[in-house]
């Protein structure tokens, strides 16, 4: 079945709603526990004041996530099992709440040692962490490659070619997932940014479904239920985020947002698009992992580190140039736009 907006309107509004009544009572406990964001010494002047603002609120979106997708799922049972049909969806659904859910808990337990360090280190080392992310998505793939076994092909098609498969595929999957949710996260540095870079792609993931449908009918209704729910959740979150935030998502949420993005994408064969939808994600990404490698190469051969960008991720980088904070987001979000009237033009010449 292929998606309509009265499908997907229900987990779209749900999560919006449960994210707008969730917020207040949330952003208060977080200022009550003290649960405040400290800001980096060699970071622009314009973000001091941002001291002490609320972080871990990717709470709210993922209740918001959890809200409009249960939503969907009890309210449009009858109409996505018919009777009869296999209801394999289900567990596949469970799967995807739970990597988002696990790797929240993964950006919340990190957001709180960064809060309240042990000895000198704030958050968790980056290598426990990055192992920890890769076993995580490695689960789930393995999840994928078990319970659909006889429905889900392990290769990246573009345009119907086969590009790789077998366990080519298996590790481009897993580079896929790990290294988005870690974009998604670098990318969160600025009021609104990543809320509403995530909103645009989910609503245009959303829409592809509703042009192309998906190759597996089963994902087909769990996807048409989660996707709208992020950009439902990430749109409410945006309400609280925007400039001046009065909270942050912290790695709570950019984790949890950033791995379901991709996750969505290899169950239903959508990797091209869902790359080319987040190409301000894999910008900023790459910008940062450019500064590093430049440094650490010029230290080694001059002795003196050099630097690409006047700060990583670019976004800072545009910020310390003389572009405001505003004036960096929108013009991001527009970016994200442009992104996303690529992948639907994608549909026209018949890519996905």
């Known amino acids: 079945m292929t998606p309509n907006v009265t499908f997907i309107s229900l987990p779209f509004a749900a999560a919006f709603v449960v994210a707008m009544i969730f917020a207040p009572g949330m952003i208060a406990a977080l200022k009550r526990r003290g649960v405040r964001q400290t800001i980096s010494e060699d970071g622009p002047a314009s973000h001091k004041s941002k001291a002490g603002t609320p972080t871990m609120g990717g709470l709210i979106i993922i209740a918001g996530i959890l809200g409009g997708t249960l939503a969907g799922v009890w309210f449009f049972r009858p109409f996505t099992s018919p009777q009869g049909s296999s209801t394999s969806w289900i567990p596949t659904l469970f799967a995807l709440l739970v990597l988002g859910l696990s790797y929240g808990a993964l950006g919340f337990i990190d957001d709180y040692l960064t809060i309240h360090p042990v000895g000198q280190v704030r958050g968790i080392s980056s290598k426990p962490k990055s192992a ?190 003389g572009w405001s904070e505003q004036t960096v987001v929108v013009r991001f979000w527009i970016c994200g736009v442009i992104a996303a009237l690529m992948t639907l033009a994608g549909i026209g010449m018949e890519w996905w």
Not at 155 to 166: A, D, E, K, R, Y
Not at 238 to 262: E, H, K, S, Y
Not at 293 to 321: D, M, N, Q, Y
Request: charged share 10%.
């Open 132 to 321: 920890l992310q890769i076993l995580l998505a490695a689960g789930f793939l393995a999840y994928l490659a078990i319970a659909h076994k006889q429905t889900f092909s392990p290769v990246l098609f573009v345009g119907g070619t086969q590009l790789i498969s077998g366990w080519l595929y298996w590790a481009f999957a897993l580079f896929f997932m790990v290294g988005m949710a870690n974009f998604v996260n670098i990318s969160d540095g600025l009021d609104g940014l990543v809320s509403g870079l995530v909103a645009i792609a989910a609503i245009a993931f959303t829409l592809l479904l509703i042009f192309v449908g998906l190759r597996h009918a089963t994902e087909s209704r769990e996807i048409a239920l989660l996707m709208p729910a992020i950009a439902g959740a990430c749109l409410a979150f945006l309400w609280f985020n925007a400039n001046p935030a009065r909270v942050f998502m912290g790695d709570t949420g950019a984790l949890a947002i950033g791995v379901l993005l991709p996750a969505v994408a290899i169950i239903t064969h959508t990797e091209i698009p869902m790359i080319i939808l987040s190409l301000v994600f894999v910008f900023d990404g790459l910008s940062s992992a450019l500064q590093w490698a430049v440094f650490k190469f010029t230290r080694i051969t001059t002795g003196t580190g050099r630097r690409v960008f006047k700060k990583s991720p670019i976004h800072h980088h545009f910020e310390l140039s």
